[in-house]
């Protein structure tokens, strides 16, 4: 496995090289947002690990900027910053996890072998979904309903594909951002609410019928009628 480490404090940097290299994985470090973007884009990589305050380019703007351009690499954020507003934030702009330093390295090997797992999984499925009017193509990373095409962000169209691969079966909130976000999240906070509702704005707002209801108390579920 290929990781890019973008982290400006030295001590950090090495301890994570050294703990990835012993784990058989190979790596590349970056001290700068700028130059991370740069590495990005130019290479190959199967994770990224990447810190918030950086030089030149902060984490979150370089996060931002891979997922405007279509860069669906898995990223872990690493950052002192703890509140839930943050880690919100993080996950919302594409992170696909967020840990708080100062943190035990077994717990992020856990879940960086969580997302490795997860994309193992998605890679051996059916790449071709449908429901009803709407479905959904994995490899070319379009949701279609009808004939209208519908833009999704990242996020977003992982929560489409989750829906897709079990119509019918109504989804807890904790199902969802375990699946969406590969882990447990803060249950105060309304995360999966937001991205639900976003969904659902896109997928049923323009035509006869919703296809995604809210079952109160209980979850969320894609069928016909509710």
């Known amino acids: 496995m290929n990781l890019l480490i ?3 404090d030295a001590y950090i940097q090495q301890f994570l090289q050294q703990g990835f290299e012993q784990e058989g994985c190979s790596t590349t470090l970056a001290k700068t947002g700028v130059e991370a973007l740069h ?8 994770v990224v690990i990447l810190d918030l305050m950086l030089p030149e380019l902060d984490g ?9 351009q279509s860069h669906n690499v898995p990223i872990i954020i690493l950052s002192a910053k703890h509140s839930v507003q943050e880690r919100v934030t993080g996950l919302q702009c594409g992170a696909d996890d967020y840990l708080v330093k ?6 992020l090997m856990a879940r960086y072998q969580s ?3 997860r994309g193992a999984r998605e890679s051996s499925s059916p790449t071709s979904l449908s429901f009803d009017e709407l479905s959904l193509d994995s490899i070319r990373r379009e949701l279609v309903r009808g004939d209208e095409r519908i833009s999704l962000n990242k ?3 992982s929560l489409a594909e989750l829906f897709l691969r079990s119509p019918e079966k109504v989804m807890s909130e904790t199902t969802i951002l375990e699946q969406v976000w590969g882990y447990q999240f803060d249950p105060q906070t ?8 976003r969904l659902r704005n896109k997928v049923d707002k323009s035509f006869s019928h919703s296809l995604i209801h809210n079952i109160r108390g209980v979850g969320y579920v894609l069928r016909k009628e509710c």
């Open 6 to 8: 973008v982290e400006d």
């Open 39 to 46: 590495c990005a884009t130019q290479d190959h990589y199967d």
């Open 60 to 68: 979150m703007t370089l996060l931002r900027q891979l997922r405007g």
């Open 102 to 107: 100062l943190f035990a390295f077994t717990e």
């Open 115 to 117: 997302i490795s797992r």
């Open 155 to 157: 996020r977003e169209f």
């Open 190 to 197: 309304n995360v999966v609410d937001v991205l639900v509702c």
